[in-house]
């Protein structure tokens, strides 16, 4: 019998594909958000939110590097059974991403705040942004931003609870907005367009169910009657 001819391994993609898709990702939710806050309405709020739970339906940076892990296990293993439990494992680590990523959506009078997931991290009583992951989509925030009509206000609000002293993280958090700030402006953002705020540990993250305590920021983007948030930073404290 003749042998069967194994299939080609596809090349490697282009490192820049990556953070290109990520924009792009951004910028469709951008347009969709615009739309929906243009005439708020339960209809569209709906909808909304679910085209943002498609788009953002994505895994962290460590569940990537543990997907990788595993498909290379099962080129060292061809066996059946080695394959169907990386394939279980897989699965079971994309639910919880999923779950630790959802999207939240909150609808009051005349505005909609919307809260999108990301894996940047701030480092324990840390203000510091180093992080490359977290560089690169504050440039995209940057991008976003610029397209927007001149009338767009932005806030970037700082949050903290790494001390028992609640002023210490009102400091923090007031630290990492300004250096968000700082960030925005070297990216071309007029600073007319710019403030910050800092709100220590006086408003709880939503995500009580995670192991992890969190300190993060966000950026708010708000346009006359219409608020939109594009920008939420979480951080885990070991």
Known sequence: MAKKKKCPECPAGEKWAVPYADFLSLLLALFIALYAISAVNTAKVEALKTEI????????????????????????????GIAMQNSDNTIEQQNTNNERYKVSLDQAENQVAIDLPTGVKFDDKSAEIYNPDMINFIKIISMIINKMPE????????????????????KLGSDRAYNVLKM?????????????????????????????????????????????????IISEVK
Do not use: H, T, W
């Open 184 to 232: 925005l402006i070297s990216n071309g953002i007029d600073p007319k367009r710019l403030r910050y705020s800092s709100f220590g540990d006086s408003v709880k993250i939503k995500n009580s169910d995670l192991k992890l305590a969190k300190i993060y920021f966000r950026v708010d983007i708000k346009d006359k009657k219409a608020q939109m948030s594009v920008l939420d």
């Open 151 to 170: 009338s767009v206000s932005v806030e970037i609000r700082g949050f903290a609870n790494d001390y028992d002293n609640k002023l210490d993280d009102y």
């Open 53 to 80: 739970i498609k788009i953002f339906d994505f895994p962290d940076s460590k569940g990537v590097k543990e997907s990788s892990k595993n498909s290379k296990s099962e080129k060292q293993f061809d066996g059946p």
